[in-house]
């Protein structure tokens, strides 16, 4: 079976461990030119879903990304090295950044001995590990242009992040958070939840 996408003007292919719907749409190949996934499943692309406008899946060697059903990703940047997940019927847009790592040490130190290492390789590729949370988007979860949401959160079901927000903080259902770092600035009503 061809992992190639017709009439892609890119000459790659869909890694072979990824779990594409048969009904899902990928715009191109180039949307896995930073995945470098070795688990089993790597990615896990649902019914419907969409990825359009430079999405890319910038996955590490064990990480998984799952998008759920008719989710629409519009120029999204995924950073995963264990786990993001995003729930069904999602609408996240352009240069949004959801990351489960900030793929370097967290101390001073640990950084500084990373860099030194860094001239002495054969091949100049980072090699320091950074821990990694699993970033959670429930369902129905709408995020603005621009926003970043750090290594950990988990953002409720039916929530909303106004554009070039920050989220560091889990973020409840059914509320609108915005701003830098995001906080949550109205209450919204659910009116039909997921069955």
Not at 13 to 26: C, F, G, K, S
Not at 164 to 182: C, F, K, L, Q, W
């Amino acid at each position: 079976m061809t992992r190639r996408i017709p009439g892609d003007w890119f000459n790659g292919a869909i890694p072979d461990n990824v779990v594409l719907d048969e009904t899902a749409y990928v715009e191109t190949a180039f949307y896995f030119a930073d995945y470098s996934s070795q688990a089993e499943v790597g990615a896990r692309i649902g019914r419907g879903a969409s990825a359009y406008g430079g999405t890319m899946f910038d996955v590490g060697p064990k990480g998984l990304v799952e998008v759920g059903e008719f989710t629409l990703l519009n120029g999204v940047r995924i950073i995963c090295e264990a786990h993001v997940e995003i729930g069904s019927h999602c609408l996240i847009s352009w240069n949004t950044v959801l990351m489960d790592s900030y793929r370097v040490p967290t101390t001073a130190e640990d950084r500084r001995r990373c860099l030194q290492l860094l001239p002495r390789q054969t091949v100049r590729t980072w090699t320091c590990e950074a821990p990694a949370r699993p970033v959670r988007l429930e369902n129905n979860v709408w995020i603005g242009f621009g926003s970043c949401v750090l290594p950990g959160v988990t953002i409720g079901e039916g929530s909303v992040i106004g554009a070039r927000s920050v989220v560091a903080e889990d973020v409840p259902p059914y509320v609108v958070v915005a701003g830098n770092p995001a906080r949550i600035i109205r209450q919204l009503s659910p009116t039909a939840k997921e069955p």
